[in-house]
């Protein structure tokens, strides 16, 4: 089945203890996005991907890492998390650049306290 | 501020009911896509629509797009109980944003049985 998983589905953690959240498709996509889900706010992006190696920062990149070392992976870094990274994390992907609709993963729930 | 915006931000209708949401935005697209959001889930892509497209159908879905007026709607038709969720509009910018999404913060749409 063509999906995008992300691991885990839900995380409480500490402020500053580092973290990481995976994505995963099999579907062979170039294309690979984070996205934060805040309540006022809707999607916004943290970093995209367009290839392996290739990363570039979206609308609120601050405080995340990702790396893009395989087609399929596309993991998401907290170095040191803070209470307002607090939020709904989806990963997506694409088969490619332009006019291309994004599969979606079921998201992961983050909260730091 | 976010590119897309979508009006109303809560819908109550009956079954069996149309419902019809709205999506401005400020800058040219590439393309416009719908996408629904089930209550903390994933979001589900629905439509895409191009640039040089005035309205599309998929199913009961109707979407429009009007670049003159930089809006779009999403029509559905004989609404049903499933269609309760979160309905997005999302602009592809095209080259210029590195083909990126940016969503709006989304319709909640309530049918009631």
């Known amino acids: 089945e063509a999906q995008v998983t992300q691991n885990p589905r839900y995380l409480i953690t500490v402020t500053g203890k580092k973290l990481t959240v995976t994505c995963s498709q099999n579907m062979n996509h170039e294309y690979m996005s984070w996205y934060r889900q805040d309540p006022g706010l809707g999607l916004r992006q943290i970093y995209y991907s367009m290839n392996v190696e290739v990363t570039d920062k979206g609308d609120v990149p601050e405080g995340y890492k990702v790396s893009r070392k395989e087609k399929r992976n596309f993991p998401l870094i907290l170095e040191s998390p803070s209470p307002n990274q607090t939020s709904l994390y989806f990963c997506?992907?694409?088969?490619?650049?332009?006019?291309?609709?994004?599969?979606f993963g079921p998201g992961t729930r983050l909260t730091v306290t | 501020s976010q590119q897309g915006e979508e009006d109303p931000q809560a819908l109550s209708i009956q079954e069996g009911e149309n419902a019809t949401m709205n999506c401005s935005y400020k800058?040219?697209?590439?393309?416009l896509q719908w996408y629904r959001q089930n209550s903390g889930r994933g979001l589900v892509h629905l439509i895409l629509?191009?640039?040089?497209?005035r309205e599309k159908h998929s199913g009961r879905l109707r979407v429009t797009l009007d670049t003159s007026k930089k809006s779009s709607s999403l029509l559905i038709t004989a609404s049903r109980a499933a269609d309760t969720a979160s309905y997005f509009c999302a602009t592809d910018l095209g080259e210029t944003s590195g083909s990126r999404l940016t969503f709006g913060e989304g319709t909640q749409l309530t049918v009631n049985p």
């Open positions: 800058t040219s697209i590439n393309n």
């Open positions: 629509i191009r640039s040089n497209e």
């Open positions: 997506a992907s694409s088969p490619g650049l332009f006019t291309y609709e994004q599969y």
